[in-house]
């Protein structure tokens, strides 16, 4: 019952390093989520699958990419790691858009 | 305004209290509504989730609905140690009827539940 799955769990970049953050969903969910914790501020949604081969920005996607590479998997890129882009980066996967999310444990990325 | 603000908290309760956790959302065209629990260094749990006005309960939990005033809250009966932790309310907005399931969290309160 793995659920949501997210590697790696603790990431150290250099400003301007790329890196991809992966999950994988073993629930036959549709839909897909990336999402970023910043102390006292919610989660705040970066971008999001709604279907396999759909991708669309949230609230806060200056910065990255997406690929749902299929069903199950929808990474998340930072193409050029900024200080700003230190947080905790959740991926959450739902069977349709009004149905409860499911998180996975998260990666805690640290940009120096 | 936030489109999702919570009670600022912490809020403190004695164990064996109701734990009282509220949300207010500005977008009334909103639909959904979930409550999720976040241990400290852990990922979101479900709580509650709620679609309908009025309450809904399960188990020491109650979510609670008012469309109309746009407030959503959740009571925890007979609070527990292990209810401790931030409570976090999400909002799905439902923009034009379609649910693409794009959440809007506010910013969470923390519940602290003392023996």
């Known amino acids: 019952n793995a659920g949501v799955t997210q590697t790696p769990k603790f990431q150290v970049l250099k400003t301007g390093q790329s890196m991809t953050l992966q999950c994988a969903q073993d629930?036959?969910?549709?839909?897909m989520y990336w999402y970023r914790q910043d102390p006292g501020m919610g989660l705040r949604l970066i971008y999001y699958?709604?279907?396999?081969?759909?991708?669309d920005k949230g609230e806060v996607p200056n910065g990255y990419n997406v690929s749902r590479l299929n069903k199950r998997e929808f990474s998340l890129r930072l193409e050029s790691a900024a200080p700003s882009q230190t947080s905790v980066y959740f991926c959450?996967?739902?069977?349709?858009?009004?149905?409860?999310?499911?998180f996975g444990d998260g990666t805690r990325l640290s940009i120096l | 305004q936030k489109e999702v603000e919570q009670n600022s908290g912490p809020l403190s309760v004695p164990e064996g209290a109701i734990a009282s956790l509220n949300c207010t959302y500005s977008?009334?065209?909103?639909?959904?509504f979930f409550w999720y629990r976040q241990y400290s260094g852990k990922s979101p749990e479900l709580i509650m989730f709620?679609?309908?006005?009025g309450d809904k309960e399960d188990g020491r939990f109650t979510a609670q609905l008012n469309k109309a005033s746009q407030y959503v809250s959740l009571l925890i009966r007979d609070s527990q140690p292990s209810d401790s932790a931030t409570y976090l309310c999400?909002?799905?907005?439902?923009?034009?009827?379609?649910?693409?399931?794009?959440?809007?969290f506010g910013q969470g309160t923390i519940l602290t539940v003392h023996p």
């Open positions: 959450a996967s739902g069977n349709r858009g009004n149905q409860p999310q499911h």
């Open positions: 629930m036959n969910h549709n839909s």
């Open positions: 699958s709604a279907s396999e081969g759909t991708t």
């Open positions: 977008d009334r065209g909103s639909q959904s």
């Open positions: 709620i679609y309908s006005n």
């Open positions: 999400a909002v799905d907005r439902n923009a034009g009827g379609t649910s693409y399931g794009k959440l809007t």
